[in-house]
């Protein structure tokens, strides 16, 4: 078995359980806030942790490629824009969920809806990167 091959898949694994934690987690929230306004922090932390594991699994791709051939992936034009959308999704997405968990319960219910509806639009932009990242790439 190639090592270099185990360790993109074993990264890919952690990305794609992190697209589902960021994903999933988000509709959930919102989905749960829109029927009793209420603030479900375990939600929150499942976001948290997904764009969290996003984040590091992201740059695991990069460092596996700087290991094996001395530097980064060799990116350019439509895939250089989807990783910077990517990584600007990621930095907002842990942002407010870091800004939700502290804030939210002074928050009235009416921005925590418009939290919850920025977490899920952040990761469905997220993630239709992620197709033209790996299209393009």
Not at 103 to 127: D, E, H, I, K, N
Request: charged share 5%; aromatic share 12%.
């Amino acid at each position: 078995m190639d090592p270099q091959n185990l360790a993109y898949a074993l990264v890919q694994l952690a990305h794609n359980f992190g697209a589902v934690a960021v994903t999933g987690g988000a509709v959930a929230g919102w989905m749960i806030h829109r029927r009793n306004a209420t603030q479900p922090s375990a939600v929150v932390w499942l976001v948290l942790g997904g764009w969290m594991l996003q984040a590091a699994s992201g740059a695991g791709f990069g460092l596996i490629s700087l290991a094996y051939y001395g530097k980064f992936p060799d990116l350019h034009g439509v895939a250089v824009a989807a990783l910077v959308v990517k990584l600007s999704c990621a930095t907002a997405g842990l942002v407010l969920s870091m800004l939700f968990l502290k804030f939210a319960g002074a928050w009235s219910a009416a921005r925590r809806s418009y939290v919850w509806s920025a977490l899920v639009g952040l990761a469905a932009t997220a993630l239709s990167a992620a197709a033209f990242l790996r299209w393009f790439a």
